[in-house]
């Protein structure tokens, strides 16, 4: 990491600091976030952290969850907290846009920014630009980020089971995105007294009744499968938001119990939230859903996991979704 020699000295001396992470933060977002300020706090920087939207319930557990400052609730707070800041982390995205109005905000702020992510194609919008889409999720490149400060040291319990967090999330449970070093990450965390099982019944074990039900509708009405395009789809509607009392994070996860099925390579989610409807797409192998979520519906994120918002409406939008399949069906067939 060529910044890392700037940037050491620029922590060595306590700042005011601001950790930014995307809307509908999940594991990778939440763990790298507080991963980051927990590190950071040990050379006694003033650290918030700031997300646009609330996070899904069972991060509440993560040390630290309970300051962050959510715009859409602390809008005042958060300006008043921002406008003292001269030293912005962004993390797990890597444009404005991911960030909305926090964003809007935030772009004339006179203050340093470091950018760590993992997405294709980051804005230029960082005076420190650490981005790389090889690594699994923006908790692994807060290990080599600290790494790279020659920190390792300062990775306590407390910083591993963060940075844990979003390397089980990101990687579904050590199923995609893995490779060797992932693997040496985890082994050394757990070295370093970071408690692996309580991780895993944080993110796994923690469901609550009403979401196992919502995942059994989803599967027995609301699933679609065209084997001609080895595609899967769910699908949910405004009224199952209703019935089901969908709130937030209620709905992670579901789009991967798709790709169970043996020969999907593509899994899709639509589903109508209140005001938006919303796509996530998964894929496997070399199958690029960015481009498909880009291409078609101004979305992006990785190649096999993309996401994006659509203002058309719900049936509109399954539409689209299967008329652009045709498009791809040389890219699926080979797969
Ligand atoms: P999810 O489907 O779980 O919301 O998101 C999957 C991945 O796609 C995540 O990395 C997320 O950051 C990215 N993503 C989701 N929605 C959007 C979007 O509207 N625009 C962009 N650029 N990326 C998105
Ligand atoms: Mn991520």
Redesign the pocket.
Known sequence: MEVASALRQLIQIPQNVAILS?R?P?GDAIGSSLALRHYLEQYGHTVHVIFPSEYPEEFEALPGAEEILIWDIHTEESKQVLQRKNLLFFLD?N?YN?IDKLGDFVKPLNATRVMIDH?LYPDDIADFLFSDPSYSSTCEMVYRFIEAMDDKIKINPTVGKCIYTGIVTDTGSFRHATNASIFRITADLIERGMNDTSVQDMIFNSQKEKNLRLLGHCLANRMEYWPEFKTALIWLSKKDYETFQIQRGDTEGI?NYLLSIKDVRIAAFIHNQPTVVKL??RSKGNIDVQEM?HTHFN????RN?????SHDSLKATIDKFKAILPLYTEQILKS
């Open positions: 995307h509908n999940d995205f444009a991911r997405h789009v996530s797409l979520c979305g992006g994120g990785h996991a993309s996401g994006a918002y």
